[in-house]
């Protein structure tokens, strides 16, 4: 499974952006997809994920504001961000498993900064 992430950029706070995650390879075996990001100095920490099924599970610092859905007709995973805030710039990551047991496979980070 090949994950590529895009859509990262600068906003002012309180502005939006939309990350996309383009999954190719052997997708058939992937049964949740995920972001995470990466603060300087910081663990890689769960922002949201989603499932086949479509349960989703958010962070509870993005709960309201952050979407993440998936089109599965575009192999594409997406993160809606809205109403950003400084503590959002970050790193983010796509990622996706069979499940906990399974591999789990990573996308290149997106970087993402939000200016005060």
């Known amino acids: 499974v090949q994950l590529q992430a895009s859509g990262g950029g600068l906003v002012h706070d309180g502005g939006s952006l939309r990350l996309s995650c383009a999954a190719s390879g052997s997708i058939f075996t992937i049964n949740i997809m995920e972001w995470y990001r990466q603060a300087p100095g910081k663990q890689r920490e769960l922002v949201a994920s989603?499932?086949?099924?479509?349960?989703?599970n958010y962070a509870d610092s993005v709960k309201g504001r952050f979407t993440i859905s998936r089109d599965s007709g575009k192999n594409t995973l997406y993160l809606q961000m809205n109403n950003l805030k400084p503590e959002d710039t970050a790193v983010y990551y796509c990622g996706a498993t069979r499940g906990r047991l399974a591999p789990y496979y990573w996308g290149q980070g997106t970087k993402v900064t939000v200016s005060s």
């Open positions: 989603i499932t086949n099924g479509g349960m989703t």
